[in-house]
Each structure stands twice: as structure tokens, then as C-alpha cells.
Nanobody, 115 residues
Framework: QVQLVESGGGLVQAGGSLRLSCAAS????????MGWYRQPPGKQRELVAS???????IYADSVKGRFTISRDNARRTTYLQMNSVKPEDTAVYYC?????????WGQGAQVTVSS
């Protein structure tokens, strides 16, 4: 049974930092592309960043230079370091694990950035 558990969300002031974590179980973690998505209020879910099994990363233009995705295969955990956050970063952030034709989601973590 696949489980992705996000943690680290909360309230942060604009310009501050926050780190999200996603602990995975029930998957071959090292073989999965791990991603962070977000869904702002009233909007569709969008990709924030992803990191492939080999370490290749992809970022949305809106977070380039501010957010960093990383993974620790030994801990089966992926991270999203969020720096210089803006009010428009407010959203529910979801962890995703993807491999070939399978995709799994976490329950989501709320991030609220106050101006």
C-alpha cells in the first residue's frame, strides 16, 4: 500500500522560508520520479517541481531561483525548500510519486503566505 505523507506546511510571512517533506512507503522510492504540485484556492493543480530517479530536476518558471527540490533515497523522503515566498505561493501542496504508468498522491499540506 502506497503512502505519501507530507509535513512542514503552515503559515509564513512573505519573504520567509519553509521546508516541506514527503515521506514515502510502499514504493521502490529510488525508482520513482518525485514531484511537488500545488493547488491555489479556486485554481487547478499545477506542477511546482520534480526530481527524477537520476536527479534531474524541473521547476515551474514561477518558482525558479526560489524553491529547491531534493531527495534522500536512504530516508525515502523528498523535500521542497521554499525561500523568498510570496503571497501567490499560498496553496495546498501535494507530493507525487510517479513511475511508468503508476502515480500516487499525498493528502496535501496547506501553505499560507501572509503579506
Amino acid at each position: 500500500q502506497v503512502q505519501l505523507v507530507e509535513s512542514g506546511g503552515g503559515l509564513v510571512q512573505a519573504g520567509g522560508s519553509l521546508r516541506l517533506s514527503c515521506a514515502a512507503s510502499g514504493i521502490i522510492f529510488s525508482s520513482n520520479t518525485m514531484g511537488w504540485y500545488r493547488q491555489p484556492p479556486g485554481k487547478q493543480r499545477e506542477l511546482v517541481a520534480s526530481i527524477a530517479s537520476g536527479g534531474t530536476t524541473i521547476y515551474a518558471d514561477s518558482v525558479k531561483g526560489r524553491f529547491t527540490i531534493s531527495r534522500d533515497n536512504a530516508r525515502r523522503t523528498t523535500y521542497l525548500q521554499m525561500n523568498s515566498v510570496k503571497p501567490e505561493d499560498t496553496a495546498v501542496y501535494y507530493c507525487n510519486a510517479r513511475r511508468q504508468f503508476t502515480s500516487s498522491w499525498g493528502q496535501g499540506a496547506q501553505v499560507t503566505v501572509s503579506s
